[in-house]
């Protein structure tokens, strides 16, 4: 008989998703390249203060008469113990981090599910929510290149996929063998340490938690469900030690100043506060939330779609349930996240609120995967004839454009931050130069603030002069703006 031979049928889909993650890739790179610019500005220089003594009462000091938050105040000094340039180091660490965490908990839901994705399309969603998260962060200046609010509030977020990751895996783990204790006090341990980074992340890590417990109480089947149950609770119990120890914190009597509001008026603000921004995040980003949703939307619609298996009347049914809750869910989590800013009489600022904004992002990828899903299992002989299938993969290599269009924007701002780090550079070895000298009262040239962060002022008196004077040795430091 002749030998027959086929052709590989090339897969388009794959290379759009090798596209999509390339794209969202190269701006995560730019967004790393401009970390290393990063130098130390106002809080930054206050905890050399505290560094100088020793560990754990320098530690206690700062939870009793400074911050509540202690997970943050370990990182910062670790940080600085490795050097002062660590901070160039920290952003690119922080976000590789957070990319590896993330795809490492999908891997590991996909599992728990008994699901199989392609790790192509695991990459194509972890960079996307990555990429989507940084792109609509209310400050991600603050967020990425100030320590002081990466170790706040950035970190807590890089740190809590891999205890997402962890309990899943050690629910896997536990089908085949026994838990000892240490596993429940280790979870326990770092759920703690997790929530001591900041309070609106730890209130969105004890909703998530208690989310889950209420799930898998409701859902999973014996004797499994045991077994998770416990991992959650545990972890939740951390948590809210964490949380309880902030709460508990005799430094917030100095923070608060006046009293916070009543119950039903802290409730009513934080609940119209997300709302509020929900609706600003969606009229002044309106191009990066559509691409949130109809990126993922195209990937779960090739993915679901024919000639793959139709999924059955029960799947629909919980991604119509999951579609509607879904929005609720990701609401909620943002006002979660609100409420110690609003306890504290105020709109969250910028990095505080970067929770809330991760918060809505992955809720809106969500919605887009479920509307893919479930536009998917329209077999007509319409979408046959029509291709659908073959578009959605097409128009997923255009949106693919995207993320290069935000790394070309942030490739722009890379000759300012330069200056600004050669002029920090230059500033510091004038610092160190009059040091030298026998000099302990500086005057030196001043820089402007950078995206609210505040600089060295010309009043000696000023709180980061007081820190900078201390973090350089000298009794007085003044900033004089360069004529």
Same mark, same amino acid.
């Given at each position: 008989m002749p030998k027959t031979t086929s052709k590989p049928t090339f897969n388009f889909f794959s290379l759009a998703l090798w596209l999509t993650s390339a794209s969202s890739a190269s701006v995560l790179a730019v967004y790393a390249y401009l970390g290393s610019f990063s130098r130390h500005l106002a809080d930054d220089y206050c905890v050399v203060d505290f560094m100088r003594t020793n560990f754990f009462s320098a530690l206690w000091d700062n939870y009793t008469h400074v911050s509540d938050r202690f997970s943050n105040f370990m990182l910062i000094t670790w940080s600085e113990m490795l050097g002062a340039g660590s901070v160039t180091v920290l952003p690119v660490f922080m976000l590789v981090l957070w990319v590896i965490g993330i795809g490492w908990m999908l891997y590991e839901a996909v599992k728990f599910s008994r699901q199989t994705w392609d790790i192509s399309i695991i990459g194509s969603l972890t960079l996307l929510l990555v990429f989507f998260a940084l792109l609509q962060a209310p400050n991600r200046f603050q967020i990425l290149y100030w320590r002081s609010a990466l170790a706040t509030h950035f970190a807590p977020l890089v740190f809590m996929p891999y205890l997402a990751g962890s309990i899943l895996r050690t629910h896997a783990a536990a089908e085949?063998?026994? =838990?000892?204790?240490?596993?429940?006090?280790?979870?326990?341990?770092?759920?703690?340490?997790?929530?001591?980074?900041?309070?609106?992340?730890?209130?969105?890590?004890?909703s998530l938690l208690a989310l889950a417990i209420l799930c898998a109480w409701l859902w999973m089947k014996r004797p499994t469900r045991g077994t998770l149950l416990g991992l959650l609770a545990w972890s939740l119990a951390g948590a809210a030690l964490g949380l309880a120890v902030m709460a508990f914190s005799p430094a917030n009597s100095f923070r608060l100043g006046t009293p916070p509001p009543t119950f039903p008026v802290l409730i009513s603000r934080s609940f119209r506060y997300g709302i509020q921004f929900m609706l600003n995040s969606f009229n002044t980003l309106p191009l990066p939330t559509f691409f949130t949703v109809f990126m993922p939307f195209l990937i779960f619609y090739n993915m679901r779609a024919a000639p793959q298996?139709?999924?059955?009347?029960?799947?629909?049914?919980?991604?119509?349930?999951?579609?509607?809750?879904?929005?609720?869910?990701?609401?909620?989590?943002?006002? @979660?996240?609100?409420?110690?800013?609003?306890?504290?009489?105020?709109?969250?600022?910028?990095?505080?609120?970067?929770?809330?904004?991760?918060? =809505?992002?992955?809720?809106?990828?969500?919605?887009?995967?479920?509307?893919?899903?479930?536009?998917?299992?329209?077999?007509?002989?319409?979408?046959?004839?029509?291709?659908?299938? =073959?578009?959605?993969?097409?128009?997923? @290599?255009?949106? @693919?454009?995207?993320? =290069?269009r935000a790394a070309v924007i942030a490739l722009a701002d890379v000759p300012a931050y330069r200056a600004r780090a050669e002029s920090w550079d230059k500033r510091e070895e004038q610092i160190y130069t009059l040091r030298e000298e026998g000099q302990s009262d500086l005057m030196i040239f001043q820089l402007n603030g950078v995206e609210g962060v505040k600089e060295m002022d010309v009043n000696a008196n000023h709180w980061v002069n007081r820190c900078a004077a201390k973090y350089y040795e000298v009794d007085s430091i003044r900033a004089i703006p360069r004529k």
């Open positions: 085949q063998a026994r =838990l000892g204790g240490w596993v429940y006090a280790l979870l326990f341990f770092a759920s703690f340490m997790l929530s001591g980074f900041s309070e609106p992340t730890a209130l969105v890590m004890v298996p139709a999924q059955s009347a029960a799947q629909r049914k919980q991604n119509f349930i999951l579609l509607a809750a879904i929005p609720v869910l990701s609401y909620l989590l943002i006002v @979660a996240s609100f409420l110690p800013s609003v306890y504290g009489q105020s709109f969250p600022v910028e990095r505080a609120r970067f929770a809330g904004q991760v918060s =809505l992002v992955a809720g809106l990828m969500m919605e887009g995967a479920l509307l893919g899903s479930l536009l998917s299992q329209w077999r007509t002989r319409l979408s046959q004839t029509l291709q659908f299938k =073959l578009i959605s993969t097409i128009a997923l @290599a255009v949106a @693919a454009l995207y993320p =290069l």
